[in-house]
């Protein structure tokens, strides 16, 4: 099979390419054809791969391409996995910024950073999908690009179901709880429901017995794992049930906006600067591919162990232990899932798909994000129990901001832009939505039609 990246350069890559790696049977992909608008980026990111390959000693490793031509990327494949960012770190850097500076939380997919985001992302990933559609009409896209529900539903107008979106954050959640209960996160069925960054673990069943209850009753094991230190105890039990990272944003809104200010940098601008410098080692002439990957391996170290620490630092939950420092584990799910696609094998996945009746509160076309059933026919939602009227609140705000910023992405027009903003939780003002409209459309060349 072979599978195309866009977003080829980007950092996160040799996540995949080493899931490949590790186990061949993985997807059974023999070409890997990496897509980037930036040959540098795309030539680093390439001696890192080629670093991986060396280490396995596979004589079968997947080949690898690279190419800066999008229809030369597309030809041939039977998966796309989509992990673009427009405007670079530099633009999330400047969403960070400009928030911030009216008291508003920045964050790339949360609050009005994420607004700005899905406003310069959306138009591209629909002129993407329209190339998908053209030069690859039987691929199937799995969508890691961020704000990747609002992405995701974005790329659903042309795709329709053969585009699905994933994110790591409920994977890790699931299998933290399921360590902290003893049991085997493979063997659990993980009751989660909302919108991507935006959802809740409401139980745990294994052996067909909810094991969640018995988790909130032990203050201990509550505050022994990474979201357990972020909301603590009483809040976990007041909700009865275990939020994503991300609610962290609007549960303590306050607290977290104050961190972010008083930081030295926010984490765009870290991530800008880290990757900054892992790129401009990788890519020296002549540095072999070995030194490329420790190049490599070093960096996402240091990544892993910076995530959230603004949020940390605001619950005073501390530096991250050494069990919460491995990774969601995204290139996982994204390789189960072409797995489950490619052999016609069911498995149930945490996606982001439409709706169609799963919730009520929501249309048919709203992107959700909940366990689905997969098979060679693509991603099915699973049926769950209505939301708590506090999630069903949070959540249709939520989507009502994201179909505005889909609005607004394909009008062009300034009202649609400040509405989007003005309407979403963490904005708090119609005022401060007209002048963060202000400020994106002056620091992005792309939003610049909306002054």
Same mark, same amino acid.
């Given at each position: 099979m072979r599978l195309t990246i866009l977003g080829g350069g =980007? !950092? /996160?890559?040799?996540?995949?390419?080493?899931?490949?790696? #590790? @186990?061949?049977?993985? #997807? %059974?992909?023999?070409?890997?054809?990496?897509? @980037?608008? @930036?040959?540098? /980026?795309?030539?680093?990111?390439?001696?890192?791969?080629? &670093?991986?390959?060396?280490?396995?000693?596979?004589?079968?490793?997947?080949?690898?391409t690279a190419t800066t031509d999008l229809d030369e990327a597309l030809r041939g494949a039977d998966f796309v996995f989509s992990a673009i960012r427009v405007g670079g770190l530099e633009g999330r850097a400047a969403d960070e910024r400009i928030a911030l500076a009216e008291g508003v939380l920045g964050q790339e997919t949360v609050g009005a950073g994420g607004v700005a985001y899905g406003l310069r992302t959306v138009p591209v990933a629909r002129a993407i999908a329209r190339r998908i559609a053209r030069t690859a009409p039987d691929a199937w896209v799995i969508n890691f690009t961020n704000p990747a529900g609002l992405v995701t539903e974005a790329m659903a107008e042309e795709l329709g179901h053969r585009v699905i979106g994933i994110c790591d954050s409920p994977v890790g959640l699931g299998r933290r709880i399921a360590r902290v209960l003893g049991a085997r996160p493979e063997e659990a069925w993980i009751d989660y429901v909302g919108l991507n960054h935006l959802g809740w673990v409401r139980g745990l069943r294994v052996a067909g017995r909810d094991e969640l209850p018995r988790l909130l009753a032990d203050a201990?094991?509550?505050?022994? !794992?990474?979201? #357990? $230190?972020?909301? =603590?105890a009483e809040w976990l039990r007041s909700l009865g049930a275990i939020p994503n990272e991300y609610l962290?944003?609007?549960? !303590?809104? $306050? @607290?977290?906006?104050?961190?972010?200010?008083?930081?030295e940098r926010t984490? #765009?601008?870290f991530l800008r600067d880290q990757q900054r410098g892992f790129y401009e080692e990788a890519g020296r002439p002549g540095?072999?591919?070995?030194?490329?990957?420790?190049a490599w391996d070093r960096t996402r170290a240091e990544r892993e162990a910076t995530y959230m620490a603004?949020? $940390?630092?605001?619950? &005073?939950? &501390?530096? /991250?232990?050494?069990?919460?420092?491995?990774? =969601? =584990?995204?290139? %996982?799910?994204a390789l189960a899932l072409m797995r489950a696609i490619a052999r016609d094998e069911r498995a149930t996945l945490i996606l982001n798909v439409p709706n169609g009746s799963t919730l009520s509160v929501l249309d048919a076309e709203a992107v959700i994000e909940v366990p689905c059933l997969v098979d060679a026919n693509g991603a099915h939602p699973t049926g769950v129990a209505p939301l708590p009227l506090h999630a069903v609140g949070l959540v249709t705000a939520v989507k009502a901001v994201e179909r505005e910023v889909l609005a607004a992405a394909a009008s062009g027009s300034r009202a649609d832009a400040v509405k989007a903003f003005a309407l979403h939780p963490l904005v708090d003002s119609v005022a401060v939505a007209r002048r963060l409209v202000e400020g994106y459309a002056a620091a992005h060349p792309g939003l610049a039609h909306l002054r």
């Open positions: =980007g !950092f /996160r890559v040799p996540l995949v390419y080493g899931a490949l790696l #590790g @186990d061949r049977a993985e #997807g %059974r992909v023999s070409h890997v054809a990496l897509y @980037d608008e @930036d040959p540098a /980026r795309l030539s680093a990111m390439a001696r890192v791969l080629a &670093g991986q390959a060396e280490a396995a000693g596979l004589p079968d490793a997947p080949v690898v201990a094991a509550l505050e022994s !794992f990474e979201e #357990g $230190r972020l909301f =603590g962290h944003y609007y549960y !303590f809104n $306050r @607290d977290t906006v104050r961190a972010y200010r008083e930081a984490r #765009g601008a540095l072999a591919p070995g030194a490329a990957l420790a603004e949020n $940390r630092e605001a619950a &005073g939950a &501390g530096e /991250r232990e050494e069990i919460d420092l491995e990774s =969601g =584990g995204y290139e %996982r799910v």
